[in-house]
């Protein structure tokens, strides 16, 4: 099907972006519009005008400073996958970034769109969640940032208002001794997630810290689970403790699981506590790797494993 009728503009500055969303209520801004589009031909968006905001310069590119990775909302997700800076201090966000779609939506995706559109069957919302990335966002009044826990807010809905931008995701960088992994249950097809699942685990010598992980594809909005985290938290490693801490996630899942024609609500609730078991042992095992520099073999396995 077509799209329905739109103005077209296109912005050069950031500025000229919030300028155009002023002067035209209701109008989109477009970025890779592998989401946008598909939306406009299926009819159930028709927005009176878009704005591209494909060549505004000032919203692409990786950077490290401060103990963050900033990434232009405009970074495709090939582009991130591809970073090596985003490999060194995010490897979960590269992992994800290079398991979106095919090459073609990679290619195009960018990752402002991503969070924009909040799908709850998208990669990065889970792992920018669990990661505690932070949204700048260019609004009407100047500049404002959101927390990645404050941003997602439900089925296809954000923080964001109608003139906001999102113009950088800032993602803190990995501290020494944390692992981190993103594991996905993929749709056959289009490889969206039916589960994703996004863990950073810190070991402290024979004991776990720090824990964050979040949960894609089962509820309305990506979300962490605390029952896991702190099920983890303070225990001695083992396969017996990441079984029993990745069991916990049911008690955070609610009466809200996602049914639809690719999986039942019975079925992603089966299913999570197992992609949560495979997100924290290949987290552990990272941030074991991470603990013992000596040992970083391809073949070397922690021996809780
Ligand atoms: C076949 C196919 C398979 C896919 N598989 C996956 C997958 O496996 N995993 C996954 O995560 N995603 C998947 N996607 C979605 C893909 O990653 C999209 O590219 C992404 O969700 C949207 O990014 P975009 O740049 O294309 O945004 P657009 O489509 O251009 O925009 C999406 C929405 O975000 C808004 N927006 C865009 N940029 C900004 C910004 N900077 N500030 C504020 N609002 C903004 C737009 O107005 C629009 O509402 C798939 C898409 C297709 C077509």
């Given at each position: 099907m077509y799209a329905p009728d739109f103005a077209y503009y296109r912005a050069d500055s950031v500025a000229e972006i919030g300028r155009l969303l002023r002067a035209h209520p209701g109008a989109k801004v477009l970025a890779g519009g592998h989401s946008l589009i598909p939306l406009l031909k299926l009819r159930l968006a028709a927005p009176p005008a878009l704005i591209d905001i494909g060549r505004v310069a000032e919203l692409k590119g990786i950077a490290v400073a401060d103990g963050r990775v900033r990434i232009g909302a405009l970074t495709t997700h090939a582009e991130i996958a591809a970073s090596s800076d985003v490999a060194r201090h995010a490897p979960a966000l590269a992992a994800a970034a290079g398991v979106i779609g095919d090459p073609a939506v990679r290619n195009r995706g960018t990752i402002g769109g991503n969070v924009a559109h909040a799908d709850p069957a998208s990669d990065l919302p889970t792992v920018l969640l669990a990661l505690g990335a932070s949204f700048a966002v260019a609004t009407d009044d100047g500049e404002r940032t959101i927390p990645a826990g404050k941003f997602f807010q439900g089925m296809m809905a954000t923080a964001l208002g109608d003139h906001d931008v999102v113009t950088a995701i800032d993602v803190p960088a990995a501290p020494g001794g944390q692992g981190q992994a993103y594991e996905k249950f993929s749709h056959p097809a289009s490889r969206y997630a039916v589960i994703g699942v996004a863990a950073?685990?810190?070991?402290?010598?024979?004991?776990?810290?720090?824990?964050?992980?979040?949960?894609?594809?089962?509820?309305?909005?990506?979300?962490?689970?605390?029952?896991?985290?702190?099920?983890?938290?303070?225990?001695?490693?083992?396969?017996e403790a990441i079984a029993g801490a990745a069991a916990a996630v049911s008690n955070d899942l609610g009466d809200d699981l996602i049914g639809d024609i690719y999986a039942s609500a019975e079925y992603r609730r089966a299913m999570a506590p197992v992609c949560v078991k495979r997100a924290l042992t290949a987290a552990l095992k990272q941030a074991s790797v991470a603990d013992a520099p000596a040992a970083r073999s391809p073949w070397w396995k922690p021996s809780w494993l």
């Amino acid at each position: 099907m077509y799209a329905p009728d739109f103005a077209y503009y296109r912005a050069d500055s950031v500025a000229e972006i919030g300028r155009l969303l002023r002067a035209h209520p209701g109008a989109k801004v477009l970025a890779g519009g592998h989401s946008l589009i598909p939306l406009l031909k299926l009819r159930l968006a028709a927005p009176p005008a878009l704005i591209d905001i494909g060549r505004v310069a000032e919203l692409k590119g990786i950077a490290v400073a401060d103990g963050r990775v900033r990434i232009g909302a405009l970074t495709t997700h090939a582009e991130i996958a591809a970073s090596s800076d985003v490999a060194r201090h995010a490897p979960a966000l590269a992992a994800a970034a290079g398991v979106i779609g095919d090459p073609a939506v990679r290619n195009r995706g960018t990752i402002g769109g991503n969070v924009a559109h909040a799908d709850p069957a998208s990669d990065l919302p889970t792992v920018l969640l669990a990661l505690g990335a932070s949204f700048a966002v260019a609004t009407d009044d100047g500049e404002r940032t959101i927390p990645a826990g404050k941003f997602f807010q439900g089925m296809m809905a954000t923080a964001l208002g109608d003139h906001d931008v999102v113009t950088a995701i800032d993602v803190p960088a990995a501290p020494g001794g944390q692992g981190q992994a993103y594991e996905k249950f993929s749709h056959p097809a289009s490889r969206y997630a039916v589960i994703g699942v996004a863990a950073t685990v810190e070991l402290r010598g024979e004991t776990v810290g720090n824990v964050a992980v979040a949960l894609g594809g089962l509820v309305p909005a990506a979300v962490r689970t605390g029952s896991v985290e702190q099920a983890l938290s303070g225990r001695a490693p083992s396969a017996e403790a990441i079984a029993g801490a990745a069991a916990a996630v049911s008690n955070d899942l609610g009466d809200d699981l996602i049914g639809d024609i690719y999986a039942s609500a019975e079925y992603r609730r089966a299913m999570a506590p197992v992609c949560v078991k495979r997100a924290l042992t290949a987290a552990l095992k990272q941030a074991s790797v991470a603990d013992a520099p000596a040992a970083r073999s391809p073949w070397w396995k922690p021996s809780w494993l």
